[in-house]
């Protein structure tokens, strides 16, 4: 209320709206925060990311999210949204996209650099796309990264089996 143009403050109150599970006040906050002019590229392409969860149409501010700013949190939201509409083609390009985004060094930073989650999503989408080559380089990198996850050597396995 002191400072409503403070772009920072703006976006730490609308995060903690998300983080209290408080949706209509937070979508309020996440978009007087998106209308704050300069603000800073990161948080708002956090904004938008957090907002797609708000929203009924969630691949909207993703594509949103990622055109104003490449973060491996937005890819791997958007690649998930995209696997489980089972669009094997749009998976696979955000989490190719996810793969070699650079870590933005950022406070807002949040997804490993192992890249174990891409892997396996292009693992997946891959396969589904009938593409079992790519689809086994990608399930044999998710299993060296996580050699104890039974799901993705069992997923390796079959995706194995395809290959041959």
């Known amino acids: 209320q002191e400072d409503p143009q403070d772009s920072q403050l703006a976006f730490w109150y609308a995060r903690e709206c998300v983080n209290y599970n408080e949706p209509h006040r937070a979508r309020q906050a996440l978009t007087e925060f998106l209308s704050i002019p300069h603000s800073w590229w990161a948080e708002r392409n956090e904004a938008l990311r957090l907002s797609a969860a708000l929203h009924e149409n969630p691949e909207t501010w993703l594509l949103r999210a990622v055109a104003e700013g490449s973060r491996r949190e937005t890819w791997i939201e958007l690649a998930k949204y995209y696997y489980n509409r089972q669009d094997w083609h749009q998976c696979s390009w955000a989490s190719h996209q996810g793969l070699i985004a650079p870590k933005t060094l950022t406070y807002l930073d949040n997804v490993p650099d192992d890249h174990v989650e891409f892997h396996d999503l292009l693992a997946i989408s891959y396969w589904n796309l009938g593409w079992h080559q790519q689809a086994l ?28």
């Not at 380089?137 to 390796?156: F, G, K, M, Y």
């Open 137 to 164: 380089v990608h399930a044999q990198r998710a299993c060296e990264i996580s050699p104890e996850d039974t799901r993705l050597q069992a997923n390796r396995d079959i995706i194995s089996q395809s290959a041959k």
